[in-house]
């Protein structure tokens, strides 16, 4: 596809998206459905759907139809600025999260700590615009962002006020993330106009992080920026210290973000890796991240609740997870032969128990080589092992692995997937195709895991000469 007709046809994709947000998106107060079918069935229901998969289909197809050829960094900056204009006017899409970030921070400007108690203790005037399940459970989000919530309400004091400050937050970190990825590209050797197509002008970037809002976008741009600064400046104790505190403000919006922390420090290495010059000039990227988490929570007046609320995502089951897909699979098989077994605690333990080892055997690879690239793997290992996969998840992965991978195919499709898996007002498909979804995603898991363990007794055999 040539350059200038991928960047009209995303933009008309986009603009079918805002209209989907306008006429059925997650709009306050609007009634919170019960299933797909109910918004077939609710105002403009088929034109909703109608807008929003096309939409979704050529925005897709834009992107993806350039990931190989794209102009120049200009041009795609550029043309991702406009794909999120018609976002950017519109009401939120596909997520209601915004509307916990406002009760969230009306619950901290009162005075209320967010990680003891839900919205619904205020309670918070906008509760109706919650979905239920986010009510009553304590706030998972770092200390930065509950004193970002707090502020944006006090400021605005409106819930349409304080949409449209989450929002400009979030541009805010679409914005630094455009800065600093070229930045860290260069240092691994990645031309600079591919990482910033395949890490902004992906579908997720527009539906979730721009018209959804959500504090990922913050997120994911100090991380990039952190990265980049460690990258550029590695063996100098200022940089270092200055880009590991931009990693610990990335994980105290959220504590993902620390997964990155151990690779940075490899990266951070002038010359041939040694514990003495890991402590030497890691010790920097480090001291500054602890220093940034602790001194933010300090700040904040609050304690490390935080973390533990993180365990209440664990309530959602989908079959995006690969340790719930799994779990959920175990079950079903089970009920032909008069079994009700739940295995989603053990499939999940296991699957926590693989990523920390796979985090460790990840670290240990990246002493000797590409440490940044590593860092990106392990983030989307942390994302697929992890009890709870929402699209937007596969955001963080993507930022990183745009900007220091080889190869993008595999990644790309994941990406594509992912954005055609929440429909306009919020309703995720995943938890309506589970008997479907599950043993799918549970054969995928057998043929990844064959051809693994197929590749690695390859890389052993000894190469016989002719």
Known sequence: ??????????????????????????????????????????????????????????????????????????????????????????????????????????????????????????????????????????????????????????????????IVMFRLIAVAGVALTAVSLPVL???????????????????????????????DALMVGLLVAGLAVIASRPGRPGPLLGGGALLGLAAAIKVTALVVVPFAALAAIVGAYSIRALLRHGGWVVGGAVAAVGGVTVAAGLDFGWVAGLASGSDVIAWTSPSTAIGQTVGYLAVPFGGHIDALPVTRGIGVAVLALLLVWLWWRARTREPLWHAAVALAATVAL?????????????????????RTGWFIVVALVA??????????????????????????????VIRLVRSARAARQPVVAD
């Not at 550029?78 to 939120?92: F, R």
């Not at 691994?188 to 910033?196: L, Y």
């Not at 007002?425 to 995603?441: I, N, S």
């Open 386 to 406: 992890a009890p709870i996969f929402h699209p937007w998840y596969w955001i963080w992965p993507l930022a990183v692995l745009a900007a220091t991978a080889r």
């Open 185 to 215: 590209a260069r240092r691994v050797g990645v031309p600079a106009e591919r990482a910033i197509w395949l890490a902004l002008g992906c579908p997720l970037v527009a539906v979730h992080l721009v018209s959804g809002a959500h504090n």
């Open 419 to 448: 954005s055609f898996l929440v429909l306009p007002d919020g309703t995720g498909l995943p938890r309506f195709t589970k008997t479907v979804g599950a043993p799918l995603m549970t054969l995928l898991v057998i043929a990844l």
């Open 1 to 162: 596809m040539p350059h200038h007709l991928a960047r009209w046809t995303g933009l008309a994709g986009s603009a079918l998206l805002a209209v989907a947000a306008f006429l059925g998106g997650a709009l306050p107060g609007s009634p919170l459905r019960a299933n797909p079918l109910s918004i077939w069935q609710g105002p403009h229901g088929p034109l909703v759907l109608a807008a929003w998969l096309v939409g979704t289909a050529l925005l897709a197809y834009a992107w993806w139809a350039l990931r190989d050829s794209v102009p120049s960094t200009r041009w795609a900056l550029t043309t991702v600025g406009l794909w999120l204009l018609p976002l950017l006017v519109a009401p939120p899409l596909a997520s209601r999260d915004v509307y916990a970030y406002a009760c969230q921070g009306a619950s901290y400007a009162a005075g209320i700590n967010p990680y003891e108690q839900g919205v619904s203790a205020l309670p918070c005037p906008w509760l109706d615009s919650i979905s239920f399940i986010w009510r009553d459970t304590p706030a998972p989000y770092g200390p930065l962002f509950v004193v970002l919530s707090g502020a944006v309400v006090k400021a605005t004091g409106s819930l349409t006020g304080a």
